[in-house]
């Protein structure tokens, strides 16, 4: 027995003992002055000050520098979520109103025309190995997740036009980042992949989670009020109109009429390029024989008429009414998501019968708003 008591004992003592050194071993306080030396502190970090006086003091390694790991701490604590009983009238109508939060998102550079615009006017993609032949495909994930957590990432104007743009004759290598070569590697990304249905596959996720979040929408009490038009007498008695949802189309016979007359300006365009590359000679003067000087660095060759791009492509124009002197946006749904995707929302809900709907402003109505704004933005078409 006294065996067995000195035993237990040896091995109670031996298991404070590892105990001990498993608290020494995941320490993550830095050590004091008294384990490192005499130590000389400035404002950004701490040196170690040699025996002999003589050579230059030492840095110390930023785990073990207690300057700056105090530094480190005052940007790495949490931010204290605001109190919403504590806004101001101003701050609560920005808090609900979903065109601040589209401004208020990071800026990031768009990678089609390197223009720097807030976030929630892009399309984001990243790149995502292939299960078969682990080529790196470039890939709109953040729209079929949650997590914002998800690499380097590839982003351009929420456009249909500009994605279709950056496929054609690969664009989109012209716009791949420096930091995505560095973390695939340069023979990865000579492999990466644009999927030819790319705009496509953009608009149906863009689609699906507007559905989603509009399928809650119309099965909630109080989201959404039925009126009879988007006209100011007919919701005027309305409160807190943030816009309206129209299930109809409100495309108009010249919108028909737009694929027709933009052929027809590719094809003047093009006859115009096509002519005046056969006359360049009486067109250049720097071709002619008798030219006495090379043309200047600035030369682009002579110019060709074309229509001016602020013609083309005019500023874009959505539909509005007006709410007690409010622009609020007018939306179709059948447009936005295609008139079976339509149907099948409405029905069985008590709008069913309804042509018009109002959504009210409030902060848990800002996803959806922010998703019908990226829709209808990703399918404009410019004028001419």
Same mark, same amino acid.
């Given at each position: 027995? /006294?065996?067995t008591?000195?035993?237990l004992?040896? =091995?109670?003592?031996?298991?404070?003992?590892?105990?001990?050194?498993?608290?020494?071993?995941?320490?993550?306080?830095?050590? /004091?002055?008294?384990?490192?030396?005499? =130590?000389? !502190?400035?404002?950004?970090?701490?040196?170690?000050?040699?025996?002999?006086?003589?050579?230059?003091?030492?840095?110390?390694?930023?785990?073990?520098?207690?300057?700056?790991?105090?530094?480190?701490?005052?940007?790495?604590?949490?931010?204290?979520?605001?109190?919403?009983?504590?806004?101001?009238l101003?701050?609560?109508? +920005?808090?609900?109103n979903?065109?601040?939060h589209?401004?208020?998102?990071?800026?990031?550079?768009?990678?089609?025309t390197?223009?720097?615009?807030?976030?929630?006017?892009?399309?984001?993609?990243?790149?995502?190995?292939?299960p078969?032949?682990s080529?790196?495909?470039l890939?709109? $994930?953040?729209?079929? /997740?949650?997590?914002?957590?998800?690499?380097t990432p590839? !982003?351009f104007?929420?456009?249909?036009?500009?994605a279709?743009?950056?496929?054609?004759?690969?664009?989109?290598?012209?716009?791949?980042?420096?930091? %995505?070569?560095?973390? +695939?590697?340069?023979?990865k $990304?000579?492999k990466? $992949?644009w999927?030819?249905d790319?705009?496509?596959?953009i608009?149906?996720?863009l689609?699906?989670?507007?559905?989603?979040?509009?399928?809650?929408?119309?099965?909630?009490?109080?989201?959404?009020?039925?009126?009879?038009? #988007?006209r100011?007498?007919?919701?005027?008695q309305?409160?807190?109109?943030?816009?309206?949802?129209?299930f109809?189309?409100?495309?108009?016979h010249?919108?028909e009429?737009?694929?027709?007359?933009?052929?027809?300006?590719?094809?003047?365009?093009?006859?115009?390029?096509?002519?005046?590359?056969?006359?360049?000679?009486?067109?250049? #003067?720097?071709?002619?024989?008798?030219?006495?000087h090379?043309? #200047?660095?600035?030369?682009?060759?002579?110019?060709?008429?074309?229509?001016?791009p602020?013609?083309?492509? #005019?500023?874009?124009?959505?539909?509005?009414?007006?709410?007690?002197? %409010?622009?609020?946006?007018?939306?179709?749904? /059948?447009? =936005?998501?295609?008139?079976?995707?339509m149907?099948?929302?409405?029905?069985?809900?008590?709008?069913?019968?309804?042509?018009?709907?109002?959504?009210?402003?409030?902060?848990?109505?800002?996803? $959806?708003?922010?998703?019908?704004?990226?829709?209808?933005?990703?399918?404009?078409?410019?004028?001419?």
């Open positions: 027995m /006294t065996g008591g000195s035993l004992q040896r =091995l109670k003592s031996c298991a404070s003992f590892s105990k001990s050194i498993t608290r020494i071993n995941y320490s993550t306080s830095a050590p /004091t002055s008294d384990h490192l030396g005499p =130590l000389r !502190r400035d404002e950004h970090q701490s040196f170690r000050v040699r025996k002999d006086r003589k050579g230059s003091p030492l840095p110390l390694p930023p785990v073990l520098d207690q300057v700056v790991l105090e530094e480190r701490a005052r940007w790495e604590k949490t931010k204290a979520q605001p109190r919403v009983e504590q806004f101001t101003f701050q609560k109508k +920005l808090w609900e979903p065109y601040a589209a401004l208020a998102s990071p800026v990031r550079q768009c990678r089609s390197f223009l720097l615009l807030p976030s929630a006017l892009l399309i984001t993609l990243h790149a995502r190995l292939h078969e032949t080529d790196p495909w890939l709109p $994930v953040n729209l079929t /997740t949650k997590n914002v957590h998800l690499g590839f !982003r104007l929420g456009r249909k036009i500009v279709q743009h950056l496929g054609k004759k690969a664009a989109w290598k012209g716009g791949i980042y420096t930091r %995505i070569i560095e973390k +695939l590697g340069a023979t $990304v000579s990466m $992949v999927r030819e790319m705009p496509d596959l608009l149906s996720l689609r699906k989670n507007l559905l989603n979040k509009l399928r809650w929408h119309f099965n909630q009490s109080g989201q959404m009020v039925g009126c009879a038009s #988007p100011k007498e007919d919701i005027e309305i409160n807190d109109v943030s816009c309206v949802l129209y109809g189309s409100l495309k108009s010249a919108d009429l737009h694929d027709w007359s933009l052929a027809i300006l590719k094809e003047v365009e093009f006859q115009a390029k096509y002519w005046a590359g056969g006359q360049n000679e009486a067109r250049d #003067p720097h071709l002619l024989r008798s030219a006495t090379t043309p #200047p660095a600035w030369w682009r060759g002579p110019l060709i008429p074309e229509l001016q602020r013609i083309r492509f #005019p500023p874009l124009e959505f539909k509005t009414t007006d709410w007690r002197g %409010i622009k609020v946006a007018v939306y179709s749904l /059948t447009d =936005l998501l295609g008139e079976d995707s149907r099948d929302l409405v029905r069985g809900t008590k709008f069913d019968r309804e042509r018009f709907v109002v959504l009210r402003r409030g902060r848990h109505n800002v996803p $959806v708003e922010l998703g019908l704004m990226q829709l209808q933005a990703y399918l404009v078409a410019p004028g001419l």
